[in-house]
């Protein structure tokens, strides 16, 4: 019997970042006012900021950056996953500012460095929708 992988957990906040996702974009939330771009959804923290995240939009990002930091799993952390390990997670920071945790593909596991330039790929899977994971750059 096959454990079916978890899904992403989307709620209203994250909806539009899941939806631009499904279509292949990579979007964050970015200041209307000063510019800072945002991961997780979040108010600006420059300045006061418009009721209900009016100053707030989603825009396309890069969806470059570097390793910030990661770790080599040899045992999954859930059952769905047991037959891919070893696989990296790693913190990606993000060229637009944020920080964004996702896994590293296309490489070795042993391979990944922390500094190592990555790009966003996404990857399709059966039960999970689609997903923004890390490649590296060339």
Do not use: K, Q
């Amino acid at each position: 019997m096959s454990i079916p992988r978890p899904r992403p957990n989307v709620d209203e906040d994250s909806a539009p970042f899941w939806d631009a996702v499904a279509e292949h974009r990579f979007v964050l939330l970015r200041c209307r006012t000063c510019g800072a771009w945002y991961w997780p959804a979040a108010y600006c923290r420059n300045h006061a900021n418009e009721p209900f995240m009016a100053n707030m939009a989603w825009e396309e990002a890069s969806g470059r950056g570097t390793v910030f930091a990661y770790t080599i799993h040899n045992r999954a952390f859930h059952p769905a996953f047991a037959g891919e390990v070893p696989y990296v997670y790693a913190l990606i920071a993000l060229d637009e500012g944020p920080m964004f945790g996702s896994n590293i593909v296309g490489c070795a596991p042993a391979d990944v460095r922390t500094g190592m330039p990555v790009e966003v790929v996404f990857v399709e899977r059966a039960e999970s929708g689609i997903l923004p994971l890390f490649r590296p750059r060339a």
